[in-house]
């Protein structure tokens, strides 16, 4: 079980609030947990990564751990605090502008 947290404009679209625990079937991954919330919440599909590349959004950044995730392999492990669910899975919308 992995822990995730979305921004508040996701978390409203999918209606609840806080943190969400996702089963993740095999190991751990970026790719894993995008798929487990997809699944979960179809709503989200196309929101945090390309619907037809699968490729994470520009302005979308993962975070766990104190450390930026975004340019990983989305096939890497996420790290072992993620994986047993005693940190979260940070998904944060960036900001951009000037």
Do not use: K, N, W
């Not at 822990?3 to 978390?11: D, K, Q």
């Amino acid at each position: 079980m992995i822990r995730v947290l979305l921004p508040a404009h996701l978390r409203l679209l999918i209606g609840v609030e806080g943190e969400i625990e996702l089963a993740i079937d095999g190991p751990a991954t970026q790719r894993a947990a995008i798929d487990a919330l997809e699944t979960t919440y179809p709503a989200l599909r196309g929101t945090i990564r390309a619907a037809a590349t699968q490729q994470r959004r520009p302005l979308v950044r993962f975070f766990a751990c104190g450390r930026d995730l975004s340019h990983e392999d989305p096939d890497a492990s996420l790290p072992e605090a993620v994986a047993t669910g005693a940190e979260p899975l940070r998904i944060v919308g960036a900001m951009a502008g000037g």
